[in-house]
């Protein structure tokens, strides 16, 4: 019997089965090296920013600050909605809590003001009924409620301490009467050198109808007659 050595011979599809799984093997391996790579190198590239920015941060920390103090050196103030108030409040409360949540989300001062009635014989506003006490339904964000007696906010000493303990400084009003609290407040401040921005979906009055005589009188006095949206958005 004659002896023959063996060759095996590969067919044309097993070479090209073993090449495609070669080459699957090796951009297989080339994308996950491409991918850590560049994750990698995202990563150095983050945290090398991270530390300039905690750096600069650090040495320039008060620009930061800017425009939040700014807000904090603004106030909105809510005059008299108590439940002895004209019932019209009712036709602005919705627009008064949009404003009371929008200043308190800027980091603005939110301010509460109530009226004392302390004439001999009221009935109104006198001090320790219920009549005196701010709506239930009025969104209270703040323990900044000061008492007055007269028509001027500004006439409350606890009120002018706290406006110039937080350097406040620019004041949007809202609340009732606007023929009366709202507008003897607003001519104080503004008389006094203070911005005053008067929102003019946001008060009402006993008489409605002067409103619109109101919001002239307001902007003749130096005032910004602005609605909620415009003023607060």
Not at 61 to 87: G, H, P, R
Request: hydrophobic letters at 45%; one cysteine or more; proline letters at 1%.
């Amino acid at each position: 019997c004659e002896n023959r050595a063996y060759h095996p011979i590969l067919s044309l599809g097993t070479v090209c089965a073993v090449l495609r799984k070669s080459m699957w093997t090796f951009f297989t391996s080339f994308f996950i090296r491409f991918v850590l790579n560049v994750a990698f190198r995202l990563l150095h590239i983050f945290s090398q920013n991270a530390m300039i920015t905690k750096r600069f941060k650090s040495k320039y920390k008060n620009l930061f600050y800017v425009a939040e103090e700014k807000e904090m050196s603004k106030a909105l103030v809510i005059i008299d909605i108590q439940n002895d108030i004209t019932k019209n409040y009712r036709d602005i409360l919705e627009n008064l809590n949009q404003a009371i949540e929008r200043a308190a989300a800027k980091g603005m001062q939110v301010v509460y003001i109530q009226h004392n009635n302390l004439s001999a014989g009221t009935r109104t506003f006198k001090p320790g009924t219920r009549g005196a006490e701010l709506v239930p339904e009025l969104k209270i964000v703040s323990e900044n409620i000061f008492v007055k007696t007269k028509s001027n906010a500004l006439t409350s000493e606890v009120f002018s301490a706290f406006i110039e303990a937080n350097g406040i400084d620019e004041f949007y009003l809202a609340g009732a009467d606007a023929a009366a609290c709202v507008k003897s407040t607003s001519f104080n401040m503004a008389k006094a050198g203070y911005r005053v921005h008067v929102l003019s979906d946001c008060i009402t009055s006993y008489d409605k109808s002067k409103i619109a005589g109101l919001l002239e009188y307001y902007q003749s006095k130096g005032c910004f007659v602005e609605t909620l949206d415009e003023a607060l958005w």
